[in-house]
């Protein structure tokens, strides 16, 4: 089975000095890229440091809303001028949580409207984290609102990204139905992590067969998360498997099938191989 881990924090402290390692079984698993989103100007230099030593391996750059308080003008300065690099395919971490507030709510959608004007500007992918709070729909609201006011799902995008390709990715998907067809409604893609299995998380389960396939993506979120059946501690992306095959049952697919779209849909958004 082909496999793609299009979220993986492989520059976090957990993974240091320990990369190689976890990206040699990765490969043994099947895994052929990887996305390394950056979630501060620290971790986004790290994420193109593993770009050079790995070619396979995919840059993100950007501001997670945990952070989006911290990084100041000259951070933000930093973090434009690593976006414009040739191995940076995607913009973000960046996003909304309504649920853990590390950073007031004002500077998150402060925060999240510069890093979509700099996909926009770029033409490169927002890649976009979403948690309302418990019981709510705040932060999915919320997101679905910002991207129609910058222009995602209109003329603006198609002229930046091209016709049929993602503008953005809704990483960890979590929510209905009915919000899944908002996201799909602006050309978004989707990407389905470990946390879909958990308790709870049935509504998402329900949108996995009604995504097309080339909007339809998966992930670890490593070294955070976890999927039923890996070996407890640390995620990895080799494990990407166990999601990749949970979604296949879902949709009725084959494994191969699933793994040939995934990877598709993957090269879709964020470009082909590396040619280093």
Not at 51 to 67: I, K, M, T
Not at 106 to 131: C, F, S, T, W, Y
Not at 260 to 270: D, H, I, Q, S
């Amino acid at each position: 089975m082909r496999l793609v881990d299009s979220h993986c924090h492989l520059n976090a402290e957990r993974f240091a000095g320990d990369e190689e390692a976890v990206i040699e079984r990765a490969g043994a698993a099947g895994v052929e890229r990887i996305l390394v989103p950056g979630w501060n100007v620290a971790s986004s230099g790290r994420a193109l440091e593993l770009v050079d030593r790995f070619p396979w391996l995919d840059a993100s750059v950007g501001v997670h809303p945990h952070d989006a308080a911290k990084v100041d003008e000259a951070g933000w300065r930093r973090i434009v001028a690593m976006a414009g690099d040739l191995r940076v395919v995607a913009i973000g971490e960046t996003g909304l949580d309504y649920d853990r507030v590390f950073s007031p709510i004002p500077d998150q959608l402060a925060n999240l409207r510069r890093n979509l004007e700099l996909a926009l500007e770029l033409g490169k992918p927002a890649i976009i984290h979403v948690r309302s709070k418990a019981g709510r729909s705040d932060a999915q609201d919320a997101t679905v609102d910002e991207l129609r006011a910058a222009g995602f799902g209109e003329q603006r995008a198609v002229s930046a990204f091209g016709p049929g390709r993602p503008p953005a990715v809704i990483h960890s998907f979590s929510g209905s139905v009915e919000y899944a067809r908002r996201i799909l409604d602006l050309g978004l893609a989707i990407s389905i992590s470990g946390l879909a299995f958990r308790a709870g998380e049935e509504p998402t389960a329900e949108v996995i067969p009604l995504v097309p396939a080339e909007h339809l993506l998966v992930e670890t979120d490593s070294p955070f998360l976890s999927s039923p059946g890996a070996p407890k501690g640390r995620n990895e992306p080799e494990w990407v498997r166990i999601t990749a095959e949970w979604v296949a049952a879902r949709r009725g697919e084959s494994a191969e099938l699933l793994g040939a779209n995934l990877v598709g849909a993957y090269e879709r958004t964020f470009g082909g191989p590396n040619p280093a």
